[in-house]
């Protein structure tokens, strides 16, 4: 649902209800001549994350659990620019649920010890999955990046606290870990 306004030399559009892959998303779109100016907000709360998750990744992940969202965004530019001009916060909670699919953490798991695999303690995320009690996820859009300030994962058998960026254009995901795996944890 959205009212959309003529303003001097654009179009003014007030979203007032709206999904994107399910998560509640309202805001303003200002189109003026060949700029456009956005600022939205997101939330979910206590969501299924499995079909979200799915489409916003292109179903590149898969996950199960509830979580919650809330993020705001703003850009300002051409079309091309607004990637870089993208400005904003987000924190992401995910809970009781197993991650099936997600290429990058099956390459984490893989690096962090092969001993620890052979002895079972690493989840096999192509067989069984990665089972979580909670991920928290914050942070801020900045510069065509997505900076992960805090990045927090607490699972069965393994634990990660880490923080980097994500380049939204590139899509490079630059992130430093740190990994409590199988019985040292408490």
Avoid: W
């Avoid at 200002?30 to 956005?38: F, M, W």
């Avoid at 089972?131 to 942070?139: A, C, K, L």
């Amino acid at each position: 649902h959205a009212e959309i306004s003529r303003i001097n030399d654009g179009v003014n559009v007030e979203v007032g209800a709206s999904q994107l892959c399910g998560i509640n998303s309202v805001g303003t779109l200002r189109i003026t001549g060949d700029e456009l100016a956005l600022d939205f907000q997101l939330t979910a709360e206590n969501q299924d994350i499995a079909p979200r998750y799915a489409c916003l990744t292109q179903d590149r992940i898969q996950m199960t659990g509830r979580f919650d969202l809330t993020a705001q965004i703003k850009a300002h530019g051409r079309l091309e620019e607004l990637l870089n001009s993208a400005h904003g916060h987000f924190e992401f909670t995910a809970r009781k649920g197993r991650i099936t699919k997600a290429k990058k953490l099956s390459r984490i798991l893989e690096v962090l010890n092969v001993t620890e695999i052979v002895k079972g303690n690493l989840p096999d995320l192509k067989s069984k999955g990665f089972n979580y009690r909670t991920i928290n996820v914050q942070g801020k859009f900045a510069d065509g990046l997505m900076v992960f300030t805090k990045l927090n994962m607490v699972g069965k058998t393994l634990d990660l606290v880490g923080q980097g960026t994500l380049d939204l254009g590139k899509k490079e995901l630059d992130v430093e870990l740190l990994a409590l795996v199988g019985l040292l944890k408490a």
